[in-house]
Nanobody, 127 residues
Framework: QVQLVESGGGLVQAGDSLRLSCAASGRTFSRCAMGWFRQAPGKEREIVAVVNWGGTTYRDSVKGRFTISRDNAKSSVYLQMNSLKPEDTAVYYC??????????????????????WGQGTQVTVSS
């Protein structure tokens, strides 16, 4: 059974940092796109960052503050979040595609491109 399990969320103050982790089990995703999404109350799920064949891509509002990385040996993907802002408050989800694809980066911004999802981890940033 394939599982993605996120960890590392919490309550922090504006300007603080957090590192989210996503551990995959049941199969490897070494050549598959993996992404971090987030969803705030009353809002749609939105892309935060993606790592795929072409490298890494970020939504504009987190560029320069967040870094996505992966460790294929550990079947894990990470999201280092620095200089957090209250508007970063959301549930953060890890996602992975089932089969490697090779499209332009914006293709991976759509949640429908992903086949596996974690349960989410809450990030709350107080002002």
């Amino acid at each position: 059974q394939v599982q993605l399990v996120e960890s590392g969320g919490g309550l922090v103050q504006a300007g603080d940092s957090l590192r989210l982790s996503c551990a995959a089990s049941g199969r490897t995703f070494s050549r598959c796109a993996m992404g971090w999404f987030r969803q705030a109350p009353g809002k749609e799920r939105e892309i935060v960052a993606v790592v795929n064949w072409g490298g890494t891509t970020y939504r504009d509002s987190v560029k320069g503050r967040f870094t996505i990385s992966r460790d294929n040996a550990k079947s894990s993907v990470y999201l280092q979040m620095n200089s957090l802002k209250p508007e970063d408050t959301a549930v953060y989800y890890c996602a992975a595609e089932k089969t490697p694809t090779y499209y332009i980066s914006t293709y991976y911004f759509n949640p429908a491109r992903y086949d596996y999802w974690g349960q989410g981890t809450q990030v709350t940033v107080s002002s």
